[in-house]
């Protein structure tokens, strides 16, 4: 089974950048029925929501919120995926997790999980 690892996340000021990664243990090409990549976010108290999405063709797609200031790529040969955070704001801290998300959502593969806190 593979496994992800997220790393990347911390503390930055209002307007800051951060990149975060995730590692697969095996190959992206080695899983089977990949409905897509994601990355998804969870402040305290509050429901895991969906952030950028990663289509089995590339495409990207976001959340209202994070429009042009995200952006997420996967690399096939590295077998990585990345968000690129910039500008970012008090309200994006959260636990980010990155997933890869299968045609049977009971097969879904998720990280750890990184924090990451913005301050005002």
């Known amino acids: 089974q593979v496994q992800l690892v997220e790393s990347g996340g911390g503390l930055v000021q209002e307007g800051g950048s951060l990149r975060l990664s995730c590692a697969a243990s095996?190959?992206?090409?080695?899983?089977?029925?990949?409905?897509?990549m994601a990355w998804y976010r969870q402040a305290p108290g509050k429901r895991r929501h969906l952030v950028a999405v990663?289509?089995?063709?590339?495409?990207?797609s976001y959340t209202d919120s994070v429009k042009g200031r995200f952006t997420a790529s996967r690399d096939d040969a590295e077998n990585t995926m990345s968000l690129q955070m910039n500008s970012l704001k008090p309200e994006d801290t959260a636990v980010y997790y990155c997933?890869?998300?299968?045609?049977?959502?009971?097969?879904?593969?998720w990280g750890q999980g990184t924090q990451v806190t913005v301050s005002s």
């Open positions: 095996g190959s992206f090409s080695s899983i089977s029925a990949i409905a897509f």
């Open positions: 997933a890869i998300k299968r045609r049977m959502p009971e097969n879904d593969i």
């Open positions: 990663i289509s089995t063709d590339g495409s990207t």
